[in-house]
């Protein structure tokens, strides 16, 4: 939802856009072990941690996604739109977003595959569930069964998400004719 309503926003402010860019660029270009430093040094060993370090990981993809689609929606038709009355949050709404659906949708499935790469490393500071599994697992040689496990439970989660998100762009929309 920050990577939908960032995106929104720098498709439709240039500046907004301009100094967003900076701080995109150096969030992309930062390894995943990375952003648990400064969530360790705010909030400890918590599954907030993890939790907020994996926003922080996967939100500007997110953001650069959005942003595209929206830019690249027609200009014919947005300039229909604007001939026949429309607002801009109309044009937002009715034109800009449904015609942007691949590029969101395209979004949602990169913030759910780059979340997904950070739950390893958020078993690193306490997170619970698979990424502490795969972590303990492959730390302790008694465990390694349950650390394979889980790290194939994790890839698998990661390819049915996929495919939900790819089924969305597949289903007919409401407005359509047969």
């Known amino acids: 939802a920050a990577g939908l309503a960032l995106g929104i926003?720098?498709?439709?402010?240039?500046?907004?856009?301009?100094?967003?860019?900076?701080?995109?660029?150096?969030?992309?270009?930062?390894?995943?072990?990375?952003?648990?430093?400064?969530?360790?040094?705010?909030?400890?060993?918590?599954?907030?941690?993890?939790?907020?370090?994996?926003?922080?990981?996967?939100?500007?993809?997110v953001v650069r996604l959005v942003e595209d689609g929206i830019r690249n929606v027609s200009p014919v038709a947005v300039e229909a739109a604007r001939s026949c009355g429309s607002t801009e949050r109309q044009l937002l709404w009715k034109v800009r977003l449904p015609m942007a659906r691949r590029a969101i949708l395209l979004a949602a499935n990169q913030g759910i595959?780059?979340?997904?790469?950070?739950?390893?490393?958020?078993?690193?500071?306490?997170?619970?569930?698979l990424g502490y599994d795969v972590v303990s697992g492959f730390s302790q040689r008694t465990d390694f069964g349950m650390g394979f496990a889980a790290g194939v439970a994790t890839v698998l989660l990661g390819i049915m998400l996929d495919r939900i998100t790819q089924g969305a762009d597949g289903r007919p929309s409401p407005r359509k004719s047969p």
Do not use: N, W
């Not at 969030?27 to 939790?51: E, S």
């Open 113 to 129: 595959v780059m979340t997904l790469a950070m739950v390893v490393v958020g078993g690193l500071v306490g997170a619970g569930g």
């Open 9 to 61: 926003a720098a498709a439709r402010s240039p500046r907004f856009a301009a100094v967003q860019r900076p701080l995109l660029d150096t969030a992309q270009t930062m390894p995943a072990f990375v952003y648990l430093l400064p969530a360790l040094a705010l909030f400890g060993a918590t599954r907030f941690t993890a939790i907020f370090a994996s926003v922080i990981y996967a939100v500007p993809p």
